[in-house]
Nanobody, 124 residues
Framework: LQLVESGGGLVQPGGSLRLSCEVTGGTLDDYAVAWFRQAPGKDREGVSYIAKIDDITKYAGAVADRFTISRDNAKNTVWLQMTSLKSDDTAVYYC??????????????????WGRGTQVTVSS
């Protein structure tokens, strides 16, 4: 399974971006997917999760009212819509897939497939 992120870039505070995670080499239906991010000098943190079925989602507290995760299994793609971006959102964003993981988990250890990341920079 391969995951490729896209959609990152430079945006002003208060702006929006939509990240995409395209999955190849497997069937997206079989996997839960999450977005993680890592800022310079900080640990990687889970941002958002979407289950393989029922579209159950979970968000980290810092983004819960600003980010939206969604998926289209027919397109083998997961998106992360980010709004009201802040400088604290600056990080490399990674998508990851888990074949078997607790529902709603944002713990990286459960995710066995990872993309290479896309840079998001929020700055004026």
């Amino acid at each position: 399974l391969q995951l490729v992120e896209s959609g990152g870039g430079l945006v002003q505070p208060g702006g929006s971006l939509r990240l995409s995670c395209e999955v190849t080499g497997g069937t997206l239906d079989d996997y839960a997917v999450a977005w993680f991010r890592q800022a310079p000098g900080k640990d990687r943190e889970g941002v958002s999760y979407i289950a393989k079925i029922d579209d159950i989602t979970k968000y980290a507290g810092a983004v819960a009212d600003r980010f939206t995760i969604s998926r289209d299994n027919a397109k083998n793609t997961v998106w992360l819509q980010m709004t009201s971006l802040k400088s604290d959102d600056t990080a490399v964003y990674y998508c990851a897939a888990a074949y078997t993981a607790p529902v709603g988990t944002l713990q990286a250890k459960w995710f066995e497939h990872w993309g290479r990341g896309t840079q998001v920079t929020v700055s004026s």
